[in-house]
């Protein structure tokens, strides 16, 4: 044996040994920084919503007539212009269109700040391409007023029609102004009101908030963080409130093992989509699939007389019914089964998504399937 040879044999038994680690040993679990998989109790962004009017439309706007809020609502605002629609005269315009404005008002913002809107149509205003919102006081959950919007829309759409023909490019009645509001009062937080601050753990897990509460006493100190709970961290601040930031910034950055997950599959229902994480097992089990399909077809009948018998042509229809039912394939299944074999077994059944959540139901309910059903 020479020694190209020797050397072949061995790079084969290298490769071969680590394929070996790669199927017997553990697989690391996964890194992420702390500010990633929690958040700070109090640091939170706030929906913010309003009612106004968009003008300048080019004859797209609410047809006042099924729309009477947009006639309303331009009368009132001429009102406070002090100017007075005389009673009885019916507005007939058609380049305005109510809509709903929204916004999310960020954490820590303050007053004079700019926030983007979202403006969407009420009515059945054709389009709002080229219209400008009108000052829009935007209100949070407490009724209270946290921000005015107005502005120019931008509508990433483009339509026209003609002679009853149609042409049209994504969506016209909803667009953005970018920057269209101003922060009119600030959210108070428990920022500097306490010397205590509270981590929420995104999953439901004590080994995560365990794992979070050891980084920070490893980095910070011991005794800096305690796990309240699955879902609780509780993390003492410096004294000095110009420390805090900097705090905060240090721990958010800590590197934290993930644990591995408990073994779910999340089911949508309305979609057919099913999505399986690694941890999911399975029992020793049998599993038989087979597809029966029903074709009905019609064929029509002519029933044509006799000459000369005075009767009259009847047309009938012959329907011809079908019954398929495949071979239902049988795949035996061992235990401890991981992921890919199951993804395997399934595909040689030839399931679809649809069938896929009757046979995991049914691997629940036999009692073969370590994993959590969850129907979205």
């Not at 700070?40 to 706007?61: F, H, P, S």
């Not at 979609?271 to 399909?293: F, R």
């Not at 077809?297 to 329907?319: R, W, Y």
Request: glycine share 10%; charged share 15%; aromatic share 2%.
């Amino acid at each position: 044996m020479n020694t190209s040879e020797r050397l072949l044999k061995l790079l084969i038994g290298l490769a071969f040994l680590a394929a070996s680690a790669a199927v017997w040993w553990p697989v690391e679990a996964q890194a992420a920084r702390l500010k990633e998989i929690a958040s700070v109790q109090g640091v939170r962004a706030n929906q913010l919503m309003g009612y106004g009017l968009v003008v300048g439309l080019d004859g797209t706007g609410d047809q006042t007539t099924q729309t009477p809020f947009t006639a309303q609502s331009l009368n009132s605002m001429l009102q406070q212009m002090g100017i007075t629609v005389p009673a009885g005269v019916a507005m007939q315009v058609k380049n305005v269109a109510a809509v709903l404005v929204t916004a999310t008002l960020p954490p820590f913002a303050q007053p004079g700040q700019a926030i983007d809107v979202n403006v969407s149509s009420l009515g059945n205003a054709k389009s709002l391409r080229g219209g400008t919102l009108v000052t829009t006081p935007l209100k949070g959950a407490d009724g209270q007023i946290y921000g005015l919007a107005q502005g120019n829309l931008i509508i990433a759409g483009a339509g026209a029609s003609q002679g009853g023909a149609k042409v049209q490019v994504n969506h016209l009645s909803a667009g953005r102004i970018p920057n269209g509001a101003t922060v009119e009062r600030s959210v108070p937080t428990p920022w500097l009101q306490s010397s205590v601050v509270q981590l929420d753990v995104q999953a439901d897990d004590f080994n995560t908030a365990r794992d979070i509460a050891d980084t920070i006493n490893k980095a910070k100190g011991a005794g800096t963080a305690e796990a309240i709970n699955g879902r609780t961290v509780s993390v003492k601040l410096p004294a000095q409130s110009g420390e805090r930031v900097a705090f905060m910034a240090d721990i958010e950055n800590l590197s934290i093992d993930r644990a591995t997950p408990s073994a779910r599959i999340v089911i949508n229902a309305r979609t057919g989509s099913v999505v399986v994480n690694q941890a999911v097992t399975i029992g020793p089990c049998a599993i038989a699939h087979g597809n029966l399909s029903v074709t009905i077809s019609s064929t029509p009948v002519v029933s044509q007389p006799n000459a000369l018998s005075q009767g009259q042509t009847v047309v009938s229809e012959k329907a011809d019914i079908k019954i398929n039912q495949e071979p239902g394939a049988l795949i035996q299944l061992p235990a401890g089964t991981k992921l890919t074999d199951v993804v395997k077994a399934l595909n040689t059944l030839g399931a679809n998504p649809q069938d896929l959540l009757a046979i995991l139901q049914a691997m629940k309910a036999a009692g073969a399937l370590q994993a959590e059903l969850e129907v979205i």
